[in-house]
């Protein structure tokens, strides 16, 4: 399986982007997708997950902010995000795990990623 994102760029404090993910198979054979992220000089941090069943689970950093969501008819992964703030620049990765299981945020948990997008936001 591949996953490609989309939706990230510049957004000033307090504004909002959506970023996609399109999944190049079935959603529903995948167990968990979720949202990491990769501030510079940072370790990769986990921000959301959505299990194959729909329970959703948020990094409390975002919690309130962010909306992990999914069309399973088009096989695309969301991240909508509001109230940005600068601490939430960084290089946005969409995951993917076949492991049954939660969909815990941590970066062992799934093994398919894609290649990143960049949201950066100024004060």
């Known amino acids: 399986v591949q996953l490609m994102e989309s939706g990230g760029g510049s957004v000033q404090a307090g504004g909002s982007l959506r970023l996609s993910c399109a999944v190049s198979t079935d959603m529903d054979a995948v167990y968990c997708t979720g949202w990491f992220r990769q501030a510079p000089g940072k370790e990769r941090e986990g921000v959301a997950s959505?299990?194959?069943?729909?329970?959703?689970t948020y990094a409390d950093s975002v919690k309130g902010r962010f909306t992990i969501s999914r069309n399973k008819a088009e096989n695309t992964l969301y991240l909508l995000m509001n109230i940005l703030n600068p601490e939430d620049t960084a290089t946005y990765y969409c995951?993917?795990?076949?492991?049954?299981?939660?969909?815990?945020?941590?970066?062992?948990?799934?093994?398919?990623w894609g290649q990143g997008t960049q949201v950066t936001v100024s004060s």
């Open positions: 995951a993917a795990s076949y492991s049954s299981g939660d969909c815990a945020l941590l970066e062992m948990r799934y093994g398919i």
């Open positions: 959505i299990h194959r069943y729909g329970s959703t």
